[in-house]
C-alpha cells in the first residue's frame, strides 16, 4: 500500500462530516497530531441538523447500519460509541408498502423474515427468502476484505482469489437478474434491489455485487441513535476532542499553500495559515479539486448519482401505518429509474421513503407533536431540471408530493403540517454538491473500487482525500471505511480490518410499535 512518504506528526483534516471524524480519531489512535478544521458552526456535514420551531431535523442520511464501523473509529482512540450514543435496533428495519395496497415489514433476523415473507407470498418465496440471505452473507464476506474495506493502488489488486469467489457467486451479473433467481414475486425482488439507488444505478444496470448493501439493509440490522443520526457525528467531535484533536469550527479552507511537491500550510478564510506535515480533504470532491488546482484526468467525465427532495415535516399527527422507515412504493419501476437517470424527467409514479424519528426519540419534536421525513428521489442537475428551474418547479413539486401522500393513505397531512422545511436540488448545489446530487459520484463500474477517484493524488506527497466521492463510496458505512483508510495512508501502519461477521454492537433492543407519539443547531 502506498502511503504518505516523509513527517507526518501533524495532519490537517478539512471537513467535520463522517468520514473526516472517522479519519481523525484513527489518526489520533496512531499518535499524530490533529486540527480538523470545519466550514460550518459544528460537526456533521451531510448529516447536519437544523431547528424548525421546536423540531429538530436531521438534514441528511436516516438509516443506521453497521454501526461497528463507527465503534471502530471510537476503539482507535481507547474509546466506545456506547458511551457516548444509544443505539436502538430498528424492528422492523423497514415497513414496504405497495401499489397494490399490501404491505411487508422487512425484518433483517432471518427466522422473522421467513415467517413474514411466508404471510406475504407464501411458501416458495419464503424458501427462496432463505437461499437469497444465504447468497447475500457469502457475498459480504467475499467483497469486505479485498474490495471494500481495502485501499487500491492499481487495479491488479482485483486479481485474488476473493475476486474469483465474487465472480462464482455472479457478483459480475445484473442485480435484479441474480435477486430473480432467488424471488419471482416481483414486491419482494423491489425491497432487495431498490437499494441500487444509493449506488446511483438501476437495478437493470446494476452490478450483482451491489446486492452489499442490500446486506447491510436486510441482514446486518438498521438502527437509530437516540437524539437522531446527527448524534453520531456529535459524538465522534467529542471523542475526538477527548483525544487531543483541535477542533476549528465556522473555519473555512480557502487555499493550500505549496511547496516542493507537498502542502505545507492550510489557509482559511479568515487568513490564518495553520502549518501541517500532511492533509486529509474530505469535502465535496468537486471543492477538493478547486483547491487543489486542478482535477485528475479521466477517460469519460465522472457521472453522478440521483438526486432528492426532501420535506422535512414537523406535524399535528401521525399515521399509524407508518414504521420507523417506511417504503412507499409506486407501481411504476424500471420507468422509474429511467426517469431518474436517463431521460431526466420527475417520477410519474414516486417510490418515496418515509423517516418519523419520533417514532423512537419524541424529544425531536414538541410534546405531542411528530417528525416526518420524506424523500423522493429525482434526477440530478446533469441530467433533469436545472438547479435554477428548482425555484419555481420546488413548491408545485412539494404541494404534488403532498397530495401523493395523502392518495397513499396520510390523510389529512397537509393541514396537519406546523412547521416544514423542502430541500431541492437548488439546495444541494447552492451547499456544493455538484450535479445538484447529495449523493456524489455513481458507482457504475467504470467509477467503483480502484476505478474510482482515489485517494490519493498525483503531484502532491502529502494530500489524501476521504468522503463518498473517493474510496469506498457513497453510504454512512463507506464513508467511515474512507476516513479509516485516509488515516492508513498517513500512518502507513498496520490496521485492524473490518470484521467479516458483523459483531452486535451494545444496544438497547426496543420494540418499533408505533408510538403516539433553519439554523445550524449545536445541540
Known amino acids: 500500500m502506498r502511503t504518505v512518504p516523509g ?295 465522472l457521472r453522478h448519482s440521483p438526486s432528492a427532495v426532501v420535506l422535512h415535516a414537523g406535524t399535528d399527527r401521525t399515521w399509524p401505518h407508518l414504521a420507523h422507515h417506511t417504503l412507499s412504493f409506486g407501481a411504476a419501476w424500471e420507468r422509474t429509474f429511467d426517469e431518474l437517470t436517463r431521460s431526466g424527467a420527475l417520477m410519474s409514479d414516486p417510490s418515496l421513503l418515509i423517516t418519523r424519528p419520533t417514532a423512537h426519540d419524541a424529544s425531536l419534536a414538541p410534546p405531542g407533536r411528530h417528525l416526518h421525513y420524506v424523500l423522493a428521489p429525482c434526477p440530478n442537475t446533469a441530467v433533469g431540471p436545472s438547479a435554477a428551474a428548482w425555484r419555481d418547479l420546488g413548491p408545485r413539486y412539494r404541494d404534488s408530493l403532498v397530495a401523493e401522500l395523502e392518495r397513499r393513505g396520510l390523510d389529512g397531512f397537509a393541514d396537519s403540517v406546523e412547521e416544514e422545511l423542502l430541500v431541492t436540488p437548488l439546495d444541494w448545489t447552492a451547499q456544493g454538491h455538484a450535479a445538484g446530487s447529495p449523493f456524489s459520484v455513481s458507482h457504475t463500474f467504470a467509477q467503483t473500487g480502484p476505478f474510482r477517484p482515489r485517494n490519493l493524488v498525483r503531484g502532491l506527497d502529502n494530500v489524501v482525500l476521504a468522503g463518498c466521492g473517493t474510496t469506498p463510496g457513497v453510504g454512512v458505512p463507506t464513508v467511515l471505511i474512507s476516513g479509516k483508510l485516509a488515516a492508513a495512508r498517513v500512518t502507513g501502519g498496520a490496521r485492524r480490518r473490518s470484521p467479516v461477521s458483523r459483531p452486535r454492537p451494545a444496544v438497547q433492543e426496543r420494540p418499533t410499535a408505533p408510538t403516539g407519539a433553519g439554523a445550524h443547531d449545536p445541540s
Open 7 to 301: 513527517p507526518t506528526d501533524h495532519v490537517v483534516v478539512v471537513g467535520a462530516g463522517l468520514s473526516g471524524l472517522a479519519c481523525a480519531l484513527h489518526l489520533l489512535g496512531a499518535g499524530r497530531r490533529v486540527t480538523l478544521v470545519e466550514r460550518d458552526a459544528g460537526p456533521g456535514g451531510r448529516a447536519g441538523r437544523v431547528r424548525l420551531g421546536g423540531y429538530r431535523v436531521d438534514t441528511g442520511p436516516t438509516v443506521l447500519t453497521m454501526p461497528h464501523l463507527a465503534d471502530e473509529a471510537f476503539a482507535a482512540v481507547g474509546d466506545r460509541l456506547d458511551r457516548h450514543v444509544e443505539l436502538v435496533a430498528l424492528h422492523p428495519a423497514y415497513r414496504a408498502g405497495f401499489a397494490d395496497g399490501t404491505r411487508l415489514d422487512v425484518h433483517t433476523d432471518g427466522e422473522a423474515m421467513e415467517a413474514e415473507v411466508r404471510r406475504f407470498a407464501g411458501p416458495a418465496e419464503a424458501a427462496g427468502y432463505r437461499r437469497l440471505r444465504e447468497w447475500l452473507e457469502r457475498l459480504y464476506r467475499a467483497q469486505m476484505r479485498r474490495f471494500i474495506d481495502t485501499n487500491f493502488d492499481s487495479p491488479f489488486q482485483l486479481v485474488h482469489s476473493d475476486l474469483a469467489r465474487l465472480a462464482a457467486l455472479g457478483g459480475f451479473g445484473r442485480l435484479d437478474g441474480r435477486i430473480g433467481r432467488f424471488l419471482s414475486d416481483d414486491r419482494l425482488r423491489r425491497v432487495f434491489s431498490f437499494q441500487a439507488l444509493y449506488a446511483g444505478v438501476a437495478p437493470a444496470r446494476a452490478l450483482a455485487a451491489y446486492a452489499v448493501i442490500a446486506y447491510m439493509d436486510t441482514v446486518a440490522g438498521v438502527w437509530f441513535p437516540k437524539g437522531g443520526m446527527h448524534a453520531l457525528p456529535r459524538a465522534m467531535a467529542d471523542a475526538a476532542a477527548g483525544a487531543g484533536a483541535e477542533l476549528r469550527w465556522s473555519a473555512e479552507v480557502s487555499a493550500l499553500e505549496r511547496a516542493s511537491g507537498r502542502v505545507r500550510a492550510v489557509r482559511l478564510a479568515s487568513g490564518e495559515r495553520i502549518p501541517c506535515d500532511a492533509v486529509v480533504l474530505t469535502c465535496e470532491l468537486s471543492t477538493a479539486h478547486r483547491l487543489l488546482g486542478r482535477a485528475p484526468r479521466r477517460p469519460v467525465p
